[in-house]
């Protein structure tokens, strides 16, 4: 729900789930021991969270609005929103 004010999220996500120091494993087709690789391509994934969260919150408010004012065809819905501005400044 939004009264016109800039919409603000907040968001949290957890660490990448990566270990400095390589953990024992054992190969699934050998069958024998050997320390899994380090690996780590990325140290900071907040960048990457954002843009994944910028384009759930655009579906989001693309959703709603077309609740809103949705139709059959750009040009309804079109129709539908300036009807509501319309509205709106008449009132």
Partial sequence: MSNGMPIIIRAAMKPIPTLKNPMASVDIHTKKKF??????SDTCAVPAASIIGEAVAATVIADSFLDKFGG????EIKRNYRGYLKQIREF
């Fill in 35 to 40: 320390r899994a690789a380090y690996e780590r």
């Fill in 72 to 75: 059959d065809s750009v040009a």
